[in-house]
């Protein structure tokens, strides 16, 4: 899909230079996807001490 934006270009190049990324297109498509990644794992973490998993890890391994 084709988008205008309008970008700094000092920040497009430190994170070009930064991540090693060839082109703009693969910079935004790498930061969209590290950007999903991360709000995926903080959505995960909110659950941190509010799920009891009663789990016996040598039953579950069978010893």
């Not at 935004?28 to 909110?46: G, H, P, T, W």
């Amino acid at each position: 899909m084709r988008t205008t934006l309008d970008l700094p270009q000092q920040l497009i190049e430190e994170a070009m230079e930064l991540t090693g990324s060839k082109t703009k297109s693969r910079l935004i498509v790498d930061a969209l996807e590290e950007l999903i990644k991360r709000s995926k794992r903080k959505r995960i973490l909110n659950f941190k001490g509010k799920i009891d998993l009663d789990i016996d890890l040598n039953t579950l391994r069978d010893r």
